[in-house]
């Protein structure tokens, strides 16, 4: 069975500033997806960013970008310039042969002005 | 235009209410999900269905049953409610069931059992 961790509860991170949220997966799969999702505190699901695991290249959206390394089953997300509209939960996922998302436990993260 | 909405956004009830959550979707898919965030936010699937059939049916209490009436609708309904069912249900739909196809969120149902 495939699973998802994310070790970091709750991460702080001053405005401006780069922040880095961890996330590992276990998986026998060879064609999967990862994703970060964002939950607000409107609790809106809100996709960030996705890689695919057949692409070396680290996927990049504006300013959160991610650091995959498939042998490590390690899939980071980088935050850079934080802004105060960043400050969510922050969901790790990966989706295989079920097409159902299996996500983290989630990490909190703070932006202070 | 909301993508995947959901009815009600709130609902509290009594231990033992049946109750029922629905889902639509007006984004063309064919491949809805329930997941279930209990109150520490850990998200997980609980059912998908794919063109209206049953795919994914996760370690879920028999109290639980989905119908899916037609591909835009996928609905939850709750018998015999108990206390650990509180939590926020969120419904989402995708194209397909390739791990590739993106998932879409409805706004999620808090629902609270006294």
């Known amino acids: 069975a495939q699973t998802v961790t994310q070790s970091q509860p709750e991460m702080s991170v001053q405005e401006a500033e780069t922040v880095t949220l961890s996330c590992t997966y276990d998986t026998s799969e060879s064609d999967y997806y990862l994703f970060w999702y964002k939950q607000p505190p409107s609790r809106q699901m809100i996709l960030v960013i996705r890689q695919e695991a057949y692409k070396q290249q680290n996927a990049t959206e504006n300013r959160f970008s991610v650091n995959f390394q498939k042998a490590a089953k390690s899939f980071s997300l980088k935050i850079s310039d934080s802004q105060l509209g960043d400050a969510a939960m922050y969901f790790c996922?990966?989706?295989?042969?079920?097409?159902?998302?299996?996500f983290g436990k989630g990490t909190k993260l703070s932006v202070k002005p | 235009d909301t993508a995947v909405s959901q009815t009600p956004k709130y609902l509290v009830t009594q231990m033992g209410n049946d109750k029922s959550i629905k889902c639509e979707q007006n984004?063309?898919?064919?491949?809805m999900y329930w997941y279930k965030q209990d109150s520490k936010k850990f998200l997980k699937i609980m059912f998908s269905?794919?063109?209206?059939?049953?795919?994914i049916n996760e370690t879920v209490p028999n109290r639980f049953s989905p119908k899916s009436p037609d591909k835009a609708h996928l609905n939850l309904h709750i018998n015999s409610l108990e206390l650990g069912d509180s939590a926020v249900y969120f419904c989402?739909?995708?194209?397909?069931?390739?791990?590739?196809?993106?998932?879409?969120f409805g706004p999620g149902t808090r629902l609270t059992v006294l």
């Open positions: 269905y794919n063109n209206k059939e049953l795919i």
């Open positions: 984004l063309g898919h064919d491949t």
């Open positions: 996922a990966y989706s295989g042969s079920q097409g159902n998302l299996i």
């Open positions: 989402a739909s995708s194209h397909g069931t390739r791990p590739y196809n993106e998932q879409f």
